[in-house]
């Protein structure tokens, strides 16, 4: 059974940091793209960031770019996503996503709480 766990949200104020953690079982987490979605209340998903499964290619939108940062440790089967300068319109439920292939995702997590007070 594969499992996704996020760890890591919490409430910090506008222009702090938070980092993600994404604990992957039940797969061959080195086999797998690992993506993070989040959802802001009242919206829908939407995507925010991908890493290769060797992480050599990182892919982020435009509006987290230069501010968040993904990395993956195969080893520990753990996905992370570094967050900094944050933004109120960073706050959302953030979900990690595992796929076979890079943007299309098989497997998803149940998400974490992150908000940004300003």
């Known amino acids: 059974q594969v499992q996704l766990v996020e760890s890591g949200g919490g409430l910090v104020q506008a222009g702090g940091s938070l980092r993600l953690s994404c604990a992957a079982s039940?797969?061959?987490?080195?086999?797998?793209?690992m993506g993070w979605f989040r959802q802001a209340p009242g919206k829908e998903r939407e995507f925010v960031t991908d890493?290769?499964?060797?992480?050599?290619?990182?892919y982020y939108t435009d509006s987290v770019k230069g501010r968040f940062t993904i990395s993956r440790d195969n080893a520990k089967n753990t996905v992370y996503l570094q967050m900094n300068s944050l933004k109120p319109e960073d706050t959302g439920v953030y979900y990690c996503a595992a796929g076979l292939k890079r943007f299309k995702y098989n497997y998803w997590g149940q998400g974490t709480q992150v908000t940004i007070s300003s």
């Open positions: 890493i290769a499964w060797n992480g050599d290619n990182t």
């Open positions: 039940g797969l061959t987490f080195r086999s797998y793209a």
